[in-house]
């Protein structure tokens, strides 16, 4: 699916930047990893979502001695 049609980029290669490196943690970051920049800023919001996903998924693998795992379960059962 194509995720900017400013820059020309798939949600695959969304997902292909956030592998190959571990550091980017916000869309600004993933323009720069594909070598490009902002247009008009559409897309923002879906490789937000994207890179949300992707955490969202690396982090329900993390151990429980995981910081990030322990507060989403202090929030869950406060709740």
Do not use: K, W
């Amino acid at each position: 699916m194509i995720v900017c049609s400013c820059n020309v980029f798939s949600d695959t290669q969304v997902r292909d930047a956030l592998a190959s490196s571990g550091s980017v943690t916000s869309p600004g970051q993933v323009y720069r990893c594909l070598g490009c920049s902002p247009q008009c800023g559409r897309c923002a919001r879906t490789i937000r979502a994207i890179l949300d996903e992707v955490q969202a998924h690396s982090c329900a693998e993390c151990p429980t001695a995981c910081p990030a795992a322990n507060l989403s379960t202090r929030i869950l059962a406060a709740e």
